[in-house]
């Protein structure tokens, strides 16, 4: 899980993604993404079997936003 949180809100980020894409370096998927009630993160939700691909990616982000990333295990089962 990224939390991705904008310097200068939402636009600077969304015209660079228009101009040039997510720029993810092969090997970093991106699954989903849920951007807060004002507009200030994003959530998403990403894949990658190499966690050092995050540094990749965030590095050409990071004058747009800062980013904390979140490694998550499995979904508990849920009983009755």
């Known amino acids: 899980m990224v939390i ?3 310097t200068d809100g939402p636009g600077p980020v969304y015209d660079r993604f228009h101009a040039m894409g997510r720029m993810l370096p092969e090997g970093l998927a991106y699954l989903d993404s849920w ?3 004002d507009g200030r993160s994003c959530y998403q939700l990403m894949e990658t079997e190499a966690p ?3 540094a990749d990616w965030t ?3 990071d ?3 800062t980013f904390e ?3 998550l295990g499995p979904k ?3 009983g009755d």
């Open 4 to 6: 991705e949180r904008f």
């Open 52 to 54: 050092a691909l995050f």
């Open 69 to 71: 990333i979140v490694e």
């Open 63 to 65: 004058d747009l936003a």
């Open 59 to 61: 590095a050409r982000w």
């Open 35 to 37: 951007l807060t009630a």
């Open 76 to 78: 508990p089962e849920q």
